[in-house]
């Protein structure tokens, strides 16, 4: 079975930083975007960050200039460093692998199980 199993969130004062974490274990045979999304209460979940396999980036507009997504191949690691968190950051974050495994030949998504993040003014 393929799993991600997410670390990191919590609670933090508002201006304050968080790392997330999200490790990939299974037959992995390649991973072409790492991502993470968020869903805060009575909205629909939104994409922050992703990465691809090139190492290309993309960002939310909200969050430009404050989060960082980032990979470590070798572990099959995704990480988002926020930093300067807000309230309007509270949220449960997800994170979504998008790969080839030894269950599909073709590039399919998989989900973490979300950690939550509550940012106080």
């Known amino acids: 079975q393929v799993q991600l199993a997410e670390s990191g969130g919590g609670l933090v004062q508002a201006g304050g930083s968080l790392r997330l974490s999200c490790a990939a274990s299974g037959s992995i045979i390649s991973i072409n975007f790492m991502d993470w999304y968020r869903q805060a209460p009575g909205k629909q979940r939104e994409l922050v960050a992703g990465?691809?396999?090139?190492?290309?980036?993309n960002y939310a507009d909200s969050v430009k200039g404050r989060f960082t997504i980032s990979r470590d191949n070798a572990k099959n690691t995704v990480y988002l460093q926020m930093n300067s968190l807000n309230p309007e950051d509270t949220a449960v974050y997800y994170c979504?692998?998008?790969?080839?495994?030894?269950?599909?030949?073709?590039?399919?998504?998989?989900w973490g199980q979300g950690t939550q993040v509550t940012v106080s003014s």
């Open positions: 990465i691809s396999s090139g190492g290309n980036r």
């Open positions: 979504k692998m998008t790969a080839r495994t030894m269950t599909s030949i073709r590039f399919v998504d998989y």
